[in-house]
């Protein structure tokens, strides 16, 4: 390899960022009343940058989102579902 071509390979690793980390989140969703509010909730979620997969349950009142933590935040999500309506809490576990 010649020295241009291995500065360049270099220049490539400092420059790349840390690798973002795939998260799962789960969010209470308790004012959901109807059964066509989890398509509200879902298709909010669904435009955050970052987020790859969303499930919304009725009966649980529950959103599963798996996000990229690099481009997104659980306050983020939690903003993205108050404002169509649906405060949104961080689901503990028991």
């Known amino acids: 390899m010649n020295f241009t071509r291995t500065l360049a390979v270099a220049a490539l690793f400092i420059a790349a960022p840390a690798f973002a980390k795939q998260q799962t989140v789960s969010l209470n969703v308790p004012t959901m009343d109807c059964a066509t509010c989890p398509i509200t909730i879902k298709t909010a979620l669904s435009k955050v940058?970052?987020?790859?997969?969303?499930?919304?349950?009725?009966?649980?009142?529950?959103?599963?989102?798996?996000?990229?933590?690099?481009?997104t935040t659980v306050a983020d999500l939690k903003k993205a579902t108050e404002d169509v309506g649906y405060p949104a809490m961080l689901k503990t576990s028991k």
């Open 49 to 71: 940058p970052g987020v790859s997969k969303v499930k919304v349950s009725y009966e649980k009142r529950e959103a599963v989102i798996v996000y990229d933590d690099a481009q």
